[in-house]
T-cell receptor, first 114, second 111 residues
Framework: GAVVSQHPSRVICKSGTSVKIECRSL??????MFWYRQFPKQSLMLMAT?????????EQGVEKDKFLINHASLTLSTLTVTSAHPEDSSFYIC??????????FGQGTRLTVV | SQQGEEDPQALSIQEGENATMNCSYK?????LQWYRQNSGRGLVHLIL?????REKHSGRLRVTLDTSKKSSSLLITASRAADTASYFC???????????FGQGTILTVHP
């Protein structure tokens, strides 16, 4: 399968700061990328869908001003958690798909806000 | 909101036994996928079954899909301690790639 690289794998930040997470498709062009969040012992919840060159579509209840998503190229999407708070601590995972085919997942990022 | 429900929520078995996990969903789908997640790690894609398929095999895995009942099952035969993980079903209803995950089943295989 195709390779999706997510960076960093773990990050600890102070409350009030912003954190950027990168999701890269290494061997294909990702026209669509998806961002999910997973709280401990829970399932994955879709946060937003991003298409290259256009604004992301956020799921209901996800604050677009807090979770900034940029999909500026066909191989890179970024998720920025702005003014992070301890309740934002979670496992964030991206997936990428080429032309509405099967999506491939990154390794995930464990965010801890202290 | 989550579309899928999985049962059981937790399953504990001995090595060598079979493990069966079930998944139900609410809307029509294009395909259904099963993933494994080891504690604190990323997702491992196990198998994809399309809406026009009823059964699929991959090694020790067997997946069935009943679109009339909106349900799927994952069978792991001859389980191993290394199969210990959380297992999630995920449905793709709107477009390929946008997935809705079930609640997951925590499988523990005792050596």
């Amino acid at each position: 399968g195709a390779v999706v690289s997510q960076h960093p794998s773990r990050v600890i930040c102070k409350s009030g700061t912003s954190v950027k997470i990168e999701c890269r498709s290494l061997d294909f062009q990702a026209t669509t990328m998806f961002w999910y969040r997973q709280f401990p012992k829970q399932s994955l919840m879709l946060m937003a869908t991003s298409n290259e060159g256009s604004k992301a579509t956020y799921e209901q209840g996800v604050e677009k001003d807090k979770f900034l998503i940029n999909h500026a190229s066909l191989t890179l999407s970024t998720l920025t958690v702005t003014s992070a708070h301890p309740e934002d601590s979670s496992f964030y995972i991206c997936s990428a798909a080429e032309d509405y085919t099967e999506a491939f997942f990154g390794q995930g990022t464990r965010l801890t806000v202290v | 909101s989550q579309q899928g429900e999985e049962d059981p929520q937790a399953l504990s078995i001995q090595e060598g036994e079979n493990a069966t996990m079930n998944c139900s969903y609410k809307t029509s789908i294009n395909n259904l996928q099963w993933y494994r997640q080891n504690s604190g790690r990323g997702l491992v894609h196990l198998i994809l079954i399309r809406s026009n398929e009823r059964e699929k095999h991959s090694g020790r895995l067997r997946v069935t899909l009943d679109t009339s009942k909106k349900s799927s099952s994952l069978l792991i035969t001859a389980s191993r301690a290394a199969d210990t993980a959380s297992y999630f079903c995920a449905t793709d209803a709107v477009s390929y790639g946008k997935l809705t995950f079930g609640q997951g089943t925590i499988l523990t295989v005792h050596p």
